[in-house]
């Protein structure tokens, strides 16, 4: 059974950090290509950060400078590190793991931003 479970969202302050965690089981993890996407009220669902090919990253011009991707894959886990969080970050933030034909999602993790 797959299972991507997302943890580390929460209330921050502006400015502030939070690190998100996505723990993985079921999938050969270093295998998949892994993602961050966020969804807030009323609007898509949008990528975030993602691994490329190898070890490259690509970051949404959003957060670029402000979010680092990361994975670790003896832990089979991914993170993103959220630094100088801004209150249009706010949101739920899935995680996404793609190979060949399958793509999964965790249930995501709420990050709210406000003072």
């Known amino acids: 059974q797959v299972q991507l479970v997302e943890s580390g969202g929460g209330l921050v302050q502006p400015g502030g950090s939070l690190r998100l965690s996505c723990a993985t089981s079921?999938?050969?993890?270093?295998?998949?290509?892994m993602a961050w996407f966020r969804q807030a009220p009323g609007k898509q669902r949008e990528l975030v950060a993602t691994f490329t090919s190898g070890s490259s990253t690509t970051y949404a011009e959003s957060v670029k400078g402000r979010f680092t991707i990361s994975r670790d894959n003896a832990k089979n886990t991914m993170y993103l590190q959220m630094n100088s969080l801004k209150p249009e970050d706010t949101a739920v933030y899935y995680c996404?793991?793609?190979?060949?034909?399958?793509?999964?999602w965790g249930q995501g993790t709420q990050v709210t931003v406000s003072s």
């Open positions: 996404n793991a793609r190979f060949g034909p399958q793509n999964f």
């Open positions: 079921g999938i050969i993890f270093r295998l998949y290509a």
